[in-house]
């Protein structure tokens, strides 16, 4: 079946520090890949998305591009604030017979400090 | 836009008792919503997809009498937890899509649900 891979947490930067959280992913088919964050206590929200192979998603400073070769939607930003602490979910979506369901990874919580 | 409101964002209850719990799209018309469980620091579960006017379609090994799921209306779906015991304490999450296709999905703000 479809499954998402997210490198294990917790990653703890400095404040202006560059990001990287990596996302592979195992799919049939063309699906579309998604990053939420999810805020402490809070449910997700949708950061970015991307449809097709080689779109980049980009929002907030945040920028994913879809590797269909490496089947991969690695999540970056350039320089990190103390406000982007959260817990990072990769997700990808397909259109099947039952639906529109995403598949989430196990997500990754990122900690930012002064 | 596409903004989804979830209620009681927090809720206590004695074992054995049912809590409901809503899920409502306040500025977009939900042609399909969806549950969520997730445990600390785990992702999320799927539990159910509901589809307006329909019944809801469980996921695998969650037990359709124990969550009921009602989407009454295109803009509300609530999810019951019926004799809840403290196994069943968790945070649920909804989400709401409109349309068809592939559509990003809009999530609530999570309930904690804690049984004693």
């Known amino acids: 079946g479809d499954s998402v891979t997210q490198m294990e947490g917790p990653v703890t930067l400095s404040e202006e520090a560059f990001l990287t959280i990596n996302c592979t992913y195992t799919a049939t088919g063309y699906p579309s890949l998604f990053w939420y964050v999810q805020y402490p206590g809070e449910g997700l929200q949708l950061l970015l998305k991307a449809t097709k192979a080689d779109d980049k998603g980009s929002n907030k400073g945040f920028e994913a591009t879809y590797r269909k070769e490496t089947t991969s939607f690695h999540l970056e930003k350039g320089s990190v604030q103390v406000s982007d602490s959260a817990v990072y979910f990769c997700a990808l979506s397909k259109v099947t017979g039952g639906g529109n369901k995403l598949t989430f990874g196990t997500g990754t919580q990122l900690k930012v400090e002064l | 836009g596409a903004v989804v409101s979830q209620h009681p964002s927090w809720v206590i209850c004695k074992s054995g008792t049912s809590v409901k719990i809503e899920c409502r799209s306040l500025?977009?018309?939900?042609?399909?919503m969806f549950w969520y469980r997730q445990f600390p620091k785990q992702s999320l579960m799927l539990m159910a997809t509901?589809?307006?006017?329909?019944?809801?379609?469980?996921e695998q090994g969650v037990e359709k009498d124990k969550f009921l799921i009602n989407h009454a209306s295109l803009t509300l779906s609530t999810l019951t937890v019926t004799s809840a015991h403290p196994e069943d304490s968790s945070f649920y999450i909804c989400?709401?899509?409109?349309?068809?296709?592939?559509?990003?999905?809009?999530f609530g703000d999570g309930t904690r649900l804690s049984i004693l």
């Open positions: 500025d977009f018309q939900a042609t399909t």
């Open positions: 509901s589809n307006e006017g329909s019944k809801a379609t469980y």
């Open positions: 989400s709401a899509r409109k349309g068809t296709g592939v559509q990003p999905q809009h």
